[in-house]
């Protein structure tokens, strides 16, 4: 049997799931669970995997769940969802739309199609199981708690993982994204920039402001700090190499008249390469020491690394395969994916693993919003984009086209040497 | 009768006052008032002075108490004493120390002196009423509410303090300061500095952290306008004229990821003459509406001008009527007095009565303590100064010096004409 | 006659001229000519295109020179070479280097390839006007002086090119590269940069410098006008756009001691979209007057533009022919261009005449050296690029691939509708 | 005899020799001499010193003169006056004005008005010398060359000035200033400032413009540095310190497009006291290392210290003595300098030798012109400063008083012993 007409065949399963699927995606809208507690998500998938098949391990890395439904010899896939939402009071007035609070009682919606994303790797996940005869090998569906903190995919390792599961030969993922509905969207090498968080505490000496000689004044070691940063993206980098570095905050001081003792900022860099990150990251070291020694400060500025996450740089192989069945069957709905300055930590479990990986987007928005947005040169401010209160992926074909992208992807391995 | 002889004569009551000052002196410092919450201190005041025989009047801009001893024809002296406490918790070890609260529970201390200022104008005006023959005109003894806030004069002044009281020829006012009890220092011309405080908010516009392009960034912005102040002082002044920009506090953003939309910046000024305060604002102004342009800042900044002070400017002639005579009673222990970063709101007086003024310090430190300091060139850490929750003047010779100063500096003028 | 065969018939022709060529190039190589200087080179260019059968016009712009071979109806296609050399001294070793120098005895050198650009077309030329028999329509070799200086396109324009020439369907041309020699390189989109140079001059007022209260300071106010300038790179366009701001002089005074007058600084900035070279210069010019504001200055900034030249954006179609005509001819040798940082007339002329353009490169250098230095990851350093005074690309396969490349990129669009 | 007494029987003689000092005086304005060419001057200043008298030594530290006139046991008082001008082309219209040249044929100007100081010495010791009744000691005149250049002072005591002449008791000088003439100022303690030159040369690495990240830019680098100094002013010595810190010139690249290998700067620095010199010295090394750390500069950077001055800190005894002196002769006309920032050499010739000093200024601007500016508040416009092309004192009484204050100051030593 050909890859293609193995998509037929375990696509041919769609229609009749549709409504099920439907009906699931909008009950899980209306229940966002944050990142750590979506014990009622996993549940959910844990229950209908074990339904179609799959032999379920739960409760990986906290709540994250992992079906694999092994169907003969033949390659491995794993296929990766992230389950949490964000804490945002949803404003998208859709009927389903979540009034969820978590457990301080703030709001909480899936401003980020989570929700999207676990429904279309349930309904692959049942197609695939319900037309075995179409294809040959391993496909493992995995969902992850916390993307968003970017702990998940760690989390789940580090409970190991890779024990509990074949060793897949290739690891997918998707996300939706304020495209057009009915698209998807691929890109070989860099695709999500690498994130990198720093909390600087300089220090300084206080001092009666009258009397700034007694001092050393963390207000103006902080504020050359930031200027002087500005020259990492200006002189350090290749002009052809993305980097962004932005301080996002900056604080010292409480009054008009007191030189503080400290002053802190917290900057964030995203970068598309290894090495670049790590020369950013020397950079911002080398200055921030080299600042406060400017100043004649009394000792070196403390740098808290947090939040990091890799770039996510797609296997090209791996992605021109892809890519390839996504145009014999999408056709002129298979684009080219620009570069994202997002991030993402679906990319610690390949590399965990030791497999390649690719990630694709697909679109979410009403088509003809989105034609109208582009007429007007204003997709900018007309199209919801993830994170905003107002994001609401169109239910159709949004889902058709997420679970038909995860069953082509995964048949692009698996297909081929079916019965 | 001389001056020098009247100056005897007066002087000669304080041996019999002494015990009964300093007993007042430790209860004053025992239950320090907030600034327009002198209602203890105010009514202890007007108490005494009526039973000197002070024609009084109180509750002037809120506590504030006058007493006028009209003693024939002659000039008219009007002596200044502050009256408040700071929210500061006391730690002087004391038998006498602090442990007042304000309504809201916070600590209370007289950690500036205001307390030795009002037990020491007192004790001139028992002795002054006590051989009214040694001396000739009229005294009127103030007691300002609300020095600390720079509130309380201009209070006083909008009350109608002009037209309770007759126009005197002069006004005199002291400050106990971290020098050696026993001195006394003037200081003609420029003796306090002015202050002034600015908010200044530069706006924005928020984007996320890995958009720049979409935002203006007020971290930035913020941070020139720090770094950009500093020419204030280096290029746009005299190197002649002292003046010292702090820019106190800094404040934009939550997380590393956001670029927010403003930031807030905080500073104090300190000048000498009216003339290098005005061009130093417009300096501000000027400098902080062009680093928004410069930032492409889509509004001006928000610059709030407050908490401002006049500089204390003693005049030439006062300075030099006085200082004559401290060098007469107090021979080596009267000194010159250092240009001070402090500010002082006691000119408003003088300036709104329309009368020539002079203010001095004199010393509460302990000589002994001082003099082993200053071999070891430890002044700075040894010697607790205003404002600090150790500042505890010794009690003597610091209230004898205050009296002294006090009564001395009264008869300069009305002890000439004296009977 | 399919566009394939046409090629294998027109190229049939190489060998038998190949030995004239090398000679020919040799000569050139050794005979380089300033930018607007190109007479020799000019001459002997008409003098063989009329030997082809071309229909020549000359002096064109100074030194331009045109051919036309109209060889019946069919598309029209104009191939574009430069002529000038650099003003360095050649440091290659080669037996047949310049030792030319120009009227003021400085030594001049091919520096930059143009003599393989012009031998390179001068070959197709010949090849084209040898087998008329195997394409049809129009071919057009243009031969430009003064690329260096960036004036040579526009000087042709300006002396009337399009009323000399048939209108073209497209305009071609090719640069020889530090890359192997035996690939062709093709980029759709932004290929070459924008070039855009600035003079900023900021005027302060002169004192003497221990006075600056009476001076503006220029020293100040340029260098915080070039640490703005960082801004705009790292703030102001996306961190998906490359873009280069370089401030590459400054000046200001002659002595320690006394503020100057004035302060005068150069930039380069290099961009790829015409719209963020605009915003680019609106910031700058922006960021100038608000930094002048900023330091009170007495008047507004000089900013003189100049030097510019604009983006080379491959018109994405034609590109797309070539490049398919070129893997199908070159296979493997065949390759994408990264974006390159820097820049060119060439568009000049196809914008002028409103048709559609794509610019390549072609590898100069000896693969085996290049093989090498990739591998140790020294071709920074061991690859001599274009304007080093070693550069030397190899005579074979360098010359033979620029013919190649000229005349398949040629017949993409001539030899499709042969006989 | 009184000192009193002395001084008017001294200066008893003035009338006797004015006339002949005025002549000499305009003879040297319109023979003026740079610094280490005062051969002429210096010449008549030992041929006049050995016709009074005085036992002469010259040519120490190349063109300096001593006169020594011991006069029987009693104090040693050394006086000193410099004799080079400017090269300035004088405009003040003066019919013996200069038209001197050097030996490069550039205009030379007494523009200073050293020349008025050489006159008024000269007067001085010829009526000390006529009066020898009248006091007691030893009276030396001392020549010095090259006060411009900082250096004629050291150059003298290298020579072996203090093993030329008894020790002094004292040492005195006194400089024409643009106050009114008649008037003598003296100021106790710091009255001159200390200079120091340094240039500091940033090292980066060169590379073409559009590559930033292959080099390191030295543009930024120094510019950051500027901006980084003006903190020293404004946060790291006292507001009550005068400081300036000018940088004067900085200069770096030739076109806009490259980066290049270093920068320069050069700065100016003014200070009164010696532990803030070396505070203000060690806070600019530390910038200029930790600026270029910043950067990441490939080796630190050159700082090069040079054009020292130190500054003239007035013996307070001396100048009380000096000035008592002066307040008994001249009255109303004796003054208060204030704090000037220019810097002189002279304090190195008492240091050398060990022994207090004084330098004060007397006025040689019209007093009716100065009048009429003062009214106008146009001083700083109306009359003109030393330096100025059109620097003329009025020769009386600017010579009168000047002889008079080195006969006055002499004597407040010499004169109380006499006979």
Redesign the interface.
């Given at each position: 049997m050909s890859a293609r007409l193995s998509v037929d065949t375990v696509l041919a399963g769609l229609d009749g799931i549709r409504s099920d699927l439907e009906a699931f995606y909008r009950d899980l809208h209306a229940h966002p669970e944050l990142g750590h507690q979506e014990t009622r998500t996993a549940a959910r998938a844990a229950e209908r995997l074990r339904a179609y098949g799959y032999d379920v391990s739960d409760r990986i890395g906290g709540t994250g769940v992992v079906g694999v439904l092994s169907n003969g010899d033949g390659p491995c896939v794993l296929f990766r969802a992230d389950m949490d939402a964000l804490p945002i009071e949803e404003r998208t007035g859709l009927p389903y739309a979540s009034t969820a609070v978590d457990g301080d009682g703030r709001p909480v919606m899936h401003a980020c199609g989570h929700d999207v994303h676990v429904t279309a790797l349930l309904g692959a996940a049942r197609l695939m199981a319900q037309a075995r005869a179409a294809w040959k090998g391993t496909h493992i569906a995995l969902f992850q708690p916390a993307e968003e903190s970017g702990e998940g995919a760690r989390a789940m390792i580090a409970d190991g993982l890779a024990d509990r599961i074949p060793k897949p030969d290739v690891c997918l993922a998707q996300h939706v994204l304020p495209y057009p509905a009915g698209q998807v969207l691929t890109r070989p090498g860099p695709a999500l920039?690498a994130?990198d968080?720093?909390?600087i505490t300089v220090h300084g000496r206080s001092a009666?402001?009258?009397?700034?000689?007694?001092g050393v004044?963390p207000?103006?070691m902080?504020?050359?700090l930031?200027?002087?940063l500005?020259?990492?993206?200006?002189?350090?980098?290749?002009?052809?190499?993305?980097?962004?570095?932005?301080?996002?905050?900056?604080?010292?001081?409480?009054?008009?008249?007191?030189?503080?003792e400290t002053?802190e900022?917290?900057?964030?860099v995203?970068t598309y390469q290894e090495e670049v990150r790590q020369r950013v990251k020397d950079?911002i070291v080398?200055?921030a020491?080299?600042?406060c020694?400017?100043?004649?400060a009394p000792q070196p500025p403390d740098i808290d690394h947090f939040?990091t996450l890799p770039p996510t740089i797609n296997d090209e192989e791996t992605t021109r395969r892809v890519a390839t069945s996504f145009s014999a069957f999408f056709g002129e709905r298979a684009r080219e994916l620009?570069?994202q300055?997002?991030s993402e930590d679906f990319s610690e479990i390949p590399k965990a693993l030791g497999v390649p990986f690719t990630y694709w987007g697909f679109g979410g928005t009403d088509p003809a919003l989105y034609a109208r947005a582009a007429a007007k040169g204003t997709i900018?401010t007309d199209v919801p984009t993830n994170h905003n209160a107002a994001f609401a992926p169109v239910v159709q074909p949004t889902l058709d086209t997420g679970v038909q992208a995860a069953v082509v992807s995964a048949l692009a391995y698996l297909g081929n040497g079916a019965r």
């Open positions: 920039s994130t968080n720093y909390r009666h402001g009258s009397s700034p000689d007694r004044d207000v103006v902080a504020s050359m930031v200027v002087r500005q020259t990492v993206v200006s002189r350090e980098v290749s002009p052809l190499t993305p980097v962004v570095l932005t301080v996002g905050s900056i604080h010292s001081g409480a009054n008009p008249n007191n030189i503080p002053a900022i917290q900057l964030n995203r950079a080398r200055i020491h080299a600042e020694a400017a100043s004649g939040g620009g570069i300055t997002a900018a």
